[in-house]
């Protein structure tokens, strides 16, 4: 028998394995058999066709899942669109109780959900019994707290519909609850299809739904594959579909959903920094990395896989680092003295070591602690690769699996160029003592999620989610449930009087060689804080209702776009200045509008054939407009997020950079400002395409521009075919969100065109420009990404 001081020597644990019998006893049950959750019921798949579902650290099968067909995923979206009529119009009071039944149950029967978790995917039971099931639960009750406040925190807005939810399988209980519990509190109905890997858990919450009393038909689980998941985000009665998984399948879903009006969030992979100062607390760092990288085997989309450490301290670092990776345990999920568990799957264990494989390759060095691992099963390694070059393979592509690679770094400037230097932008991990340049850093690194001496820290109250190709939208947080509401506006109309299209006058677009028209009644573009004429060479003659040519106006093309993005690109000061230097701008334009009032007034009533009157009303709405959103440009703050932990957690509203805007046909001057001035003033500059057919009230504005101080290159206008410049914009790696209100272009084309850098688009449609549905806080917000910031506080 081992005595206790020699065991303190080695530490040394003997086997403390969890019990899994009520588990086992749970699927007996079910004869280790189960249908879809459809309607309140488990139900027989249409096709009767079922697979396997194994525990990747022993290979023993757990339970056979239904296959999902298409038929099954209609009745499932059948019984979540008769549920929405009722749970839609239940008083937010009633739905938080639902909520609230529901995060009780799941607490009583969290150690159930432990294990089975870690028997499904693999994971450590510590983490799943310590992290996941109690996150899950806290959720629920946060989010049953919303369901109570919506009516009077939320007034205006309402649920979007039956929602199509698609999870992958590293948090399998935790991210269904991240999706389901903000849809249901704001009054939708979801049907959620988990990963084939792991559907366990999502089937086991389907019965505490029915225990919890929850109405049938709001919560259907429908299990399968790839195939069943695309038929649930395809089908015509989903409003809304929210998808964790690969940027591969995101960019998939980005175009299956293009043109269809579905709401769309997407929250995908990354490749995030853990930046190490010297004056960091080297040891509490490494303990860090450990929390970072050897977490859920590394199969985390926030994980901390690139681990940049400054050049003085690197190799005292990586030699801590490879003696505590020297102790971590690699073993049984339901041990409970495991750090490292199994990986997923056997597919994804070659996946991995093909990346290590492919790291060495390209020279990395790489280290593997000499300790026990487990003769059988998925299990790999905690791995170190030093001697990464930035722009290697194992650098740039998300390995999901317990892979840290290294790289050095000299200044802080150093840091954010590498730290930035990744198409994802996830999360991010800053070590230093140095607080001012901890959140100096924070504010730069182009992160959704930055922790400050901490690491995958997670919360209800937080927003998380990602820029550039990790995704867009937020899940958790106010920001988290915006995905799931839209405005209830008015019905949309087609615009002010004075902008209102006369359908039957034809937008000429057709190209006239600009020598061929005296050049002083062309409209150049506006690139760069300059006139420019077009790289065409080509003008087109715009036309009023009448017939009357009264103008011509520059023929932009790729090459336009491309020089006012570049041109934009140098003008990132804009988003750095104060809000107080950027309203006292928009002031100046606002000033300058109204000063020349009259002009503009004449510039709509040749355009359009407005009345005076009505003219007059429009340019007038237009400079309130301008006020608005000068007087905003210091007051769209953000918050201090209430998160469980001791933190201060900032949820801080950022510009995305460069914004394609493309603006409408009616109210060709109110439509401008309105799109324009919210997007300038959270700190965004804009490549800004006016409407085609009325183009020469945004021309004129150039004066406005030069004589306001707008500094170069923050507003360039190209004219010319809307629907073609649009998609040149959705294309285009650097404008990082897009505006499209065009009457001409094709929401499909557009949405599709953007799967690139995954963008978010907004296709806002036609409103009426001159009522409150054209101004307010939803331009704000639809013109930021939402960035947390966790700052420690306490010793
Ligand atoms: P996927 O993105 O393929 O899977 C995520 C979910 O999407 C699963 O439920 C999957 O179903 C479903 N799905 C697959 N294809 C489609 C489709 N065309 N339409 C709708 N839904 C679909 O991830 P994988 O499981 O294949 O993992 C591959 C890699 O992705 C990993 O190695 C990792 O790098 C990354 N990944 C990243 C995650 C993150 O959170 N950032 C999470 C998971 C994976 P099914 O499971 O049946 O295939």
């Keep these: 028998m081992a005595i206790i001081k020699d065991i303190l020597q080695t530490m040394e644990y003997g086997p403390s394995p969890e019990s899994n019998e009520h588990v086992i006893a749970w699927l007996g049950q079910h004869e280790r058999g189960f249908g879809h959750f ?27 899942v239904a296959r999902g067909t298409t038929e099954d995923v209609d009745r499932a979206v059948a019984a979540a669109t008769r549920a929405f009529k009722s749970w839609s119009k239940l008083a937010g009071h009633e739905r938080a109780r639902h909520l609230y ?18 028997m499904d995917n693999g994971k450590p039971i510590r983490e799943s019994r310590d992290i996941d099931i109690p996150l899950v639960a806290r959720h629920f009750y946060h989010h049953a707290g919303w369901a109570e406040l919506i009516e009077s925190e939320l007034p205006g807005y309402q649920p979007v519909g039956v929602c199509g939810q698609v999870i992958p399988w590293n948090f399998p209980l935790l991210m269904l609850a991240w999706k389901i519990a903000p849809a249901l509190a704001a009054g939708n109905t979801v049907v959620l299809k988990p990963a084939e890997q792991t559907p366990l858990t999502a089937l086991a919450f389907a019965e505490i739904c029915r225990e919890a009393g929850l109405p049938d ?11 069943t998941g695309a038929a649930l985000v395809g089908h015509p009665g989903v409003a809304k579909v929210a998808f964790t998984g690969s940027t591969e399948v995101g960019r998939i879903i980005r175009r299956a959903t293009a043109g269809t009006g579905k709401k769309l969030s997407l929250e995908l992979g990354g490749k995030s920094p853990f930046i190490v100062f010297e004056d960091a607390d080297l040891d509490s760092a490494v303990e860090g990395l450990v929390d970072a990288i050897w977490f859920n085997q590394g199969e985390v989309c926030c994980a901390g896989s690139r681990l940049l450490v400054q050049e003085g301290i690197a190799e005292k670092f990586y030699a801590k680092l490879r003696a505590r990776m020297a102790t971590l345990r690699v073993g049984d999920p ?4 495991t750090d490292i568990g199994a990986v997923v799957s056997t597919e994804q264990l070659e996946r991995i070591g093909a990346l290590v494989a492919k790291g060495k390759q390209e020279g990395a060095e790489v280290f593997q602690p000499s300790i026990p691992m487990p003769a059988k099963g998925c299990f790999f390694p905690p791995t170190l690769m030093t001697g990464v070059e930035p722009a290697s393979t ?3 592509v998300e390995i999901f699996g317990p892979v840290l690679v290294a790289m050095t770094f000299r200044t802080p400037d150093e840091a954010v160029a590498l730290a930035n230097n990744t198409r994802y932008g996830l999360a991010a991990s800053i070590w230093s003592e140095n607080i001012n340049r901890s959140l100096d850093l924070a504010a730069r690194v182009k992160a959704g999620v930055v922790w400050i001496n901490a690491t995958n820290l997670f919360d209800a109250a937080a927003g998380f989610g990602g820029y550039h190709e990790s995704g867009f939208g937020r899940e958790g947080g106010l920001e988290g449930l915006y995905e799931y509401l ?52 080509y003008s087109y003659a715009v036309v009023n209702p009448a017939g009357k040519t009264v103008g011509l106006a520059g023929l932009g093309n790729r090459k336009d776009i491309r020089n006012a993005v570049e041109a934009a690109a140098k003008a990132g000061s804009w988003g750095a200045a104060t809000g107080h230097n950027r ?26 054939s407005a009345s005076a009157k009505d003219a007059a009303v429009e340019v007038a709405t237009s400079i309130r407009r301008a006020f608005f959103y000068a007087g905003f440009a210091d007051k769209y703050d953000g918050a201090v997020h209430a998160t469980k932990s001791r933190h201060v957690t900032l949820a801080m509203n950022e510009p995305f950079g460069i914004m394609g805007i493309v603006c409408p046909d009616e109210a060709p001057l109110l439509g401008f400002v309105s799109l324009l001035m919210p997007a300038l003033a959270v700190g965004n500059r804009a490549v800004v395409v006016p409407s085609a057919r009325y183009p020469l009230a945004a021309t004129d504005f150039y004066q406005l521009l030069d004589t306001s101080d707008v500094p170069a290159g923050v507003v360039s206008i190209v004219t010319g075919e809307t629907a073609s410049l649009a998609k040149t914009l959705a294309e285009h790696d650097e404008v990082a969100a897009l505006w499209d209100f065009g009457s001409t272009t094709d929401a499909a084309t557009i949405e ?30 639809r013109a930021t990404q939402v960035k947390n910031i966790w700052v420690p506080y306490g010793e």
């Design 334 to 337: 339901l041990d409970k003295s």
């Design 101 to 118: 039944a529901l995060a009780r149950h799941i607490q009583k029967r969290e150690r159930f959900l432990a294990v089975l978790e870690s």
């Design 38 to 64: 459809i309607d309140g019921k488990f139900t027989d798949p249409a096709a009767n066709d079922s697979f396997e579902v194994s525990s990747p650290a022993n290979g023993n099968v757990l339970a056979h």
């Design 583 to 608: 309203a006292q701008i928009l002031y100046y334009i606002a000033e300058n509008l109204s000063a020349r009032a009259a002009e503009f007034e004449a510039r709509l009533r040749s355009l359009t």
């Design 752 to 781: 599709a065109a953007s799967a690139g850098n995954l963008k978010p688009v907004w296709t806002g449609g036609s409103r009426d420009w001159s009522s409150s549905d054209g101004q307010g806080r939803e331009f704000l917000r």
């Design 394 to 396: 194992v650098a740039m």
């Design 217 to 227: 038909g709001v919560v259907n689980i429908v299990t399968g594959e790839g195939e």
């Design 486 to 537: 839209v405005p209830s506006h008015g019905k949309p109309t087609k615009g002010t009087k004075a902008g209102k299209p006369q359908l039957n006058a034809a937008p000429s677009t057709t190209a006239i060689a600009a020598s061929a028209e005296p050049i002083d009644r062309t409209a150049k573009l506006y690139i760069g804080g300059k006139q420019a004429r077009p790289d065409s060479g």
